[in-house]
């Protein structure tokens, strides 16, 4: 063991399990790409003024939990806490919102950083698979994205997870419904940190966790009843149309999010078998985002599920992932010479397209055996002196253990017929 550890809140991906991360990502992908959002890639960390005024200046994410530093020119960066603001400043400063087809719709996966308090499910660096529909404001959007979230969990063979959806209103009603929360809040008996919080950002409130907060909000005013016509109506619409595609999902009156660009429609999917980091994706619209970083106004809606927690998520399902094993064909050599022939096989084998992996290092028979069996190859070609001399290799079925003795060129066909 090294004197090193990764660092805490953080953890290494290790095969085989990793590989259980790579089938969620592509299964989270899959129906992205099959609905006509493109891949996108930003840098892992941005200028810190970024998050601070698109996430929001006075949300947890941004007061307590980025990574910031200043690098030797003197930038003030900060690896992304999230996505969400890089894509749309990416999308803005390559003007795609300006080639003239709208929405702009891509999707992104990688990590995030996030200085919280480590706990089962809650890491600081995490990995996120995303998808953000750019410019255009249309429920069918709205619906499109929870649906193709909801299919993905599904194909994973998920079940045991909830849709939690609500709408936050636009700059109309908002503002009469914050002043009527804070009128509200402003009567409790809350503790100096709260208070200041309900001035600022009083909405965050409504989702404070605690026993004693909570059982003081059971009259909290509701924005439901303070959306505007237009609101009530988008609203209504994307919650007919997910309902008609088939997909249920919970009211929730209460739902707040920890960034601040929300507008209108918010959701979050939670699974009940994670105890308290429950959330394993979230998303919404965020219609005044793009002003609020220094672009026109771009409708958009998009969302993030979170790779880590969906893996949690189908352990406490105890759903194994049907994952073939990577490695069809494996070489076994036992002299000098043998080596040489059966590496330029398993050389041409991959050259085919057929997954094949060797004995690399001196080993014995039973060692290199052991190998095979660890690789779950179908096929073990083993070769020794005394078969190039007959000019043959051996060929085992690993599953039936039987053993035949093939030409040494006619070793590949024969490997590729029988792998179909
Ligand atoms: P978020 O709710 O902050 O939203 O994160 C989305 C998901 O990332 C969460 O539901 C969770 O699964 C995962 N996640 C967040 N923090 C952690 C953590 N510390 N450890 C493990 N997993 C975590 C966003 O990030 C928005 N950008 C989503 C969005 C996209 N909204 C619009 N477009």
Partial sequence: MSTFKAPKG???????????????????????????????????????????????ESTDIVTKEMYVFETKGGDRLALRPETTAPVLRAVLEANLHKAGNLPVKVWYSGSQYRYERPQKGRYRHFSQVGAEAIGAEDPALDAELIILADQAYRSLGLSNFRILLNSLGDKECRPVYRAALQDFL????????????????????????????QKQLGDAPLLRDYLCDACKAYHEEVRELITAAGVSFEDDPKLVRGLDYYTRTTFEFVHDGLGSQSAV????????????????????????????????????????LELPSTTSVFAVPLSEEARRVLFAKVTELR??????????????????????????????????????????????????????????????????????
Avoid: C
Avoid at 29 to 48: C, D, K, Q, W
Avoid at 369 to 397: H, P, T, W, Y
Avoid at 398 to 417: F, P, T
């Fill in 186 to 213: 402003r009567g409790l008996d809350l503790d100096e940190d709260t208070l200041r919080r309900a001035e600022i950002n009083p909405l965050r409130v409504l989702d404070d966790k605690r026993e004693s907060v």
């Fill in 351 to 420: 050259r085919n397209g057929v997954a094949a992996d060797f004995s690399f290092g001196v080993k014995g028979l039973k060692s290199a055996m052991k190998s095979a069996n660890r690789s779950g190859a179908r096929f073990a070609v083993i070769a020794g002196e005394r078969d190039l001399a007959e000019g043959v290799v051996q060929l085992k079925d690993m599953e039936s253990g039987e053993q035949v003795a093939i030409g040494v060129n006619e070793i590949v066909a024969e490997l590729e017929s029988k792998l179909g």
């Fill in 10 to 56: 953080t953890y290494d991906l290790l095969p085989p399990d990793s590989a259980k991360f790579l089938a969620v990502r592509e299964a989270i992908a899959a129906p992205l790409r099959n609905s006509g959002y493109g891949y996108i890639e930003t840098p892992g960390f941005e200028n810190v003024e970024l998050f601070a005024r698109g996430v929001g």
């Fill in 281 to 320: 994706g979230g998303g919404g619209r965020y219609d005044g985002l793009s002003e609020m970083i220094g672009g026109p106004a771009l409708p958009s809606v998009g969302w993030a599920l979170g790779v880590d927690r969906t893996v949690l998520a189908l352990e406490a399902e105890g759903i194994e």
